[in-house]
């Protein structure tokens, strides 16, 4: 097995907390009914949201993330009975500035520190994306931000994989492939990737064809991995 020689994260999720834009709403003066209701929104929003983009993927009819990510909200509200065009503004205003988790910039610096390139690779539009990367303020630490909107469909789709080796110049064995969906990083392994899940939700492994090499519960014990790698 070669060497590590970059870092490729998913980004929602992983990076950045997708309860984030819900958790915070819950808690404003005023919206004390969706308060009760925010954990359930927050989690029908999510499954939702990837849920669309297999079913767009397996039937070929492509939409960017951020109309996905409209629909699902669409969806979720209704289903906790809160589809108020007020809050679903507010919900989707919020997505833009996602908090990322608290580890993740001191891992990226750590990595940088390295000279071990940090990339994303999301479904999230290049728009979403260079939002978020901005919000956290982790620009500086990553190599690349690559988005599906180049390949027109989503993960686990093997060309969005692809764009790995085409952006980074690396060979399957030389990437470490890091996310916090188990589909996701299931798929990552099956494709060739050394991979990581951060299962930060406690969850079973995926019956899938690929496994995870590694599972953490969060990224702060991603450096020391790293550092083994390239012993």
């Given amino acids: ?6 870092c490729v994260f998913d980004a929602y999720g992983t990076l950045f907390d997708v309860n984030a834009a819900a958790r915070e709403v819950a808690g404003k003066p005023g919206h004390e009914t969706f308060a009760l209701v925010w954990q359930q929104v927050a989690q029908d929003w999510r499954a939702k949201t990837l849920q669309y983009t297999w079913l767009r993927t ?12 409209e629909e699902a909200l669409d969806w979720a509200l209704e289903a906790s009975d809160q589809a108020e065009p007020e809050l679903r503004e507010l919900l989707l205003g919020l997505f833009w500035s996602l908090k990322a988790y608290p580890e993740v910039r001191p891992v990226l610096q750590a990595l940088k520190d390295r ?38 469909t989503y993960k686990p789709a093997p060309q969005v994989y692809d764009l790995v080796g085409e952006t980074l110049g690396l060979d399957r064995d030389e990437v470490l492939f890091v996310s916090s969906n188990g589909w996701d990083a299931a798929g990552a392994a099956g ?38 790698l390239q012993a």
Avoid: C, H, Q
Avoid at 1 to 6: D, P, Y
Avoid at 130 to 138: F, H, R
């Fill in 1 to 6: 097995m070669s060497a590590i020689r970059a």
């Fill in 58 to 69: 397996i039937t070929g009819d492509y939409v960017d993330f951020w109309k996905i990510t």
């Fill in 115 to 152: 000279d071990v390139p940090a990339a994303i690779l999301s479904n999230g539009t290049k728009e979403m994306l260079a939002a978020a990367v901005d919000t956290a303020g982790v620009g500086d630490s990553l190599a690349a931000v690559m988005s599906v909107e180049d390949v027109g």
């Fill in 191 to 228: 494709y060739g990737f050394d991979t990581l899940w951060v299962n930060r939700a406690r969850e079973p492994v995926d019956r899938l064809p690929g496994k995870p090499r590694r599972i953490a519960a969060d990224l702060r014990g991603l450096p020391g991995i790293v550092a083994e």
